[in-house]
């Protein structure tokens, strides 16, 4: 059963959410050493951890915070900042932080520093776009206020029932528990994710409070330090950390060169003003090759590109309007025309890189049926015009507008894509429940299971669930996936979850990818992993 979810917004994206833009200004302190890079990105959303949930923020933030596990080329969780995390039944997780970490403004690293900053991402007031990683932590729902808007309009909501979940407790000042509400074999994957990152007692303005000015200078546990603060749409400076006892960084000092444009970005690539582009854009795949040499490159990617629905509105509530709008559209023509072949077309709602993927799981919904697909629009009283709405800074419009052609062509309706500046400008948008039409969307795993394509992007409270779907058997299916005591029986339920989106197409899969980048003459040991992240550990400068 369809329902609208609270709008709420927690993100992909990421999560989330894959993009990247243009030009940045402003003085480049790290450019000053010659052991230093220059990485573009779009401008983040935020810099709070528990509040960063797409790419931009996420790779910032990774230069600045050492999480507690990463992953193994098996895709494996293995401890990084942990020492070991360990449980009996899968409910009750310990968590054992190895000695001697600091944040870079010397604070030591504890148990607190976990505790508090996860209950500060928790807390339903604070309005953090990734809470809703926190929700499988014992105690959550009471952190919670239910939206209290109704006939009568805005009201103010009470305040939830506490600040601090039950289910984190401190053992001492290198150890804590996490009892979970429900078993998850899973839990120690999540806990890569950017949200599960330490706060110092300095990002507190009073307990449970965190200081206005924090997210402009981050203060993390990892081997970089911000220099200054974050200059808006141009650049955020980091410089080595002292004392940082993870792997040593190879180069002293990154410049995250913020862009609004990825030709401009490319521009700046080619003319040498930029060391890393971690997506080639659209218009200049073609020329890249010639451009670049072999300092263009290709490597897996998690990406997963898509079209949502905002199944709220009325002329999208249909299923049938929106299986005649996949049937509309030739997904291989866009991959070979427009992007190359570096990407393959989409026909299922979870990647190839993940256990449990099955190929064409949408079936004829994803085929290119024109005629069905108007016979269908039009029995289903589809609306006379579409509307997709994108984000300009991250190289879309070309798609976006091939893409409506093949609709007009389809379903002898109009329509236009429209371009908001920024991708945070779109979800401010779409949070708000502004008309956008079909909204422009893309998801980078956080974690390497099945899982994490279901709940972020179609459980009834999931992060980024921007288009409203809800469906009580898809949430009972993705809880039982969770709470199964193996991969195999998870895996199980996880793949009948994804057989209802199949029936309810509240997404349009188009695509997924893989990381296209390119980088300067002066950079060597350039990687761009499956989350679309530079590696920052192993990229070097060449010696002049």
Same mark, same amino acid.
């Given at each position: ?37 220059? =990485? !573009? ?5 935020? #810099? ?16 600045? +915070? ?33 000695? !001697? ?7 030591? &690293? ?23 990683? +926190?929700?499988? $932590?014992?105690?959550?729902?009471? /952190? ?15 305040? *939830? ?6 289910? #984190? ?10 009892? =979970? ?13 950017? &949200?599960?990152? *330490? ?26 330090? &911000? ?30 060169? $913020? ?25 200049? /795949? ?5 451009? /670049? ?18 199944? +709220? ?62 016979? =269908? ?16 800074? !991250? ?21 236009? !894509?429209?371009?908001?500046?920024? +991708?945070?400008?779109? #979800? ?12 422009? #969307?893309?998801? $980078? ?8 394509? /279901? ?50 197409? *509240?997404?349009?899969? =188009? ?30 400068? &060449?010696?002049?």
């Amino acid at each position: 059963m369809l329902g609208k979810r609270p709008w709420k917004m927690a993100a992909g994206a990421a999560a989330i959410v894959m993009l990247v833009a243009g030009c940045g200004g402003g003085s480049d302190e790290a450019e000053g050493s010659e052991n230093t890079v220059v =990485l !573009g990105i779009a401008e983040p959303k935020h #810099l709070i951890p528990a509040n960063s949930t797409e790419s931009n923020g996420s790779q910032v933030l990774s230069s600045l +915070f050492y999480p507690l596990v990463n992953f193994n080329e098996q895709k494996q969780p293995v401890e990084a900042a942990a020492e070991s995390i360990t449980s009996d039944d899968n409910k009750v997780w310990t968590i054992k932080l190895k000695p !001697g970490f600091t944040f870079s403004n010397d604070e030591p &690293v504890t148990s607190d520093s976990y505790i508090n900053a996860w209950n500060n991402g928790a807390y339903g007031p604070n309005g953090n776009d990734g809470s809703y990683f +926190f929700e499988r $932590i014992a105690g959550y729902a009471d /952190l919670q206020s239910k939206d209290p808007d109704g006939e009568d309009g805005p009201q103010k909501a009470p305040e *939830p029932k506490a600040k601090t979940m039950t289910g #984190l407790k401190k053992v001492d000042d290198t150890t804590f528990t996490v009892t =979970l509400s429900a078993p998850f074999a899973g839990w120690k994957s999540v806990l890569a994710y950017t &949200v599960f990152y *330490p706060l110092p007692n300095a990002a507190f303005s009073s307990p449970g409070v965190l200081n206005e000015a924090f997210e402009q200078t981050p203060i993390g546990n990892g081997p970089f330090k &911000v220099v200054g603060k974050w200059e808006h749409d141009q650049q955020i400076v980091v410089t080595k950390a002292a004392g940082f006892k993870g792997p040593a960084p190879k180069v002293e000092g990154i410049t995250w060169k $913020i862009y609004q444009d990825q030709q401009a970005q490319y521009a700046d690539l080619v003319a040498g003003n930029l060391d890393v582009q971690t997506l080639i854009p659209i218009e200049s /795949l073609g020329s890249a090759a010639g451009d /670049l040499g072999d300092r263009l490159k290709k490597s897996p990617s998690s990406d997963f590109a898509f079209v949502g629905f905002p199944t +709220f509105q009325k002329e999208f509530s249909n299923p049938d309007v929106r299986r005649a709008l996949s049937m509309a559209i030739n997904r291989k023509e866009m991959t070979d025309q427009i992007f190359l072949q570096s990407q393959t077309p989409a026909t299922s709602f979870v990647s190839p890189v993940v256990a449990g993927y099955r190929e064409n799981t949408c079936g004829k919904w994803c085929e290119y049926k024109p005629a069905e697909a108007k016979a =269908l629009y039009t029995k289903a009283q589809g609306p006379k015009e579409i509307k997709i709405t994108y984000n300009a800074d !991250g190289g879309h419009k070309a798609w976006v507008d091939a893409m409506c052609n093949q609709i007009k062509a389809s379903l002898a309706v109009n329509c236009t !894509g429209q371009g908001e500046p920024k +991708f945070a400008d779109l #979800l401010t948008k779409v949070d708000a429940e502004q008309p956008v039409g079909l909204i422009r #969307l893309g998801w $980078i795993m956080d974690y390497p299971l099945m899982e994490n394509y /279901l709940g972020p992007l179609y459980s009834t409270t999931g992060g980024s669930n921007y288009y409203g779907y809800s469906n009580t058997a898809f949430d009972s299916l993705l809880k039982e996936g969770s709470e199964a005591a193996t991969p195999e029986a998870a895996i199980k339920k996880w793949q009948e979850a994804e057989d209802i989106l199949v029936k309810d197409m *509240p997404v349009l899969p =188009l695509r997924f990818g893989q990381n296209t980048y390119g980088f300067s003459e002066r950079v060597t040991n350039v990687e761009v992993d499956l989350f679309k992240k530079v590696n920052i550990y192993k990229i070097e400068r &060449v010696a002049s």
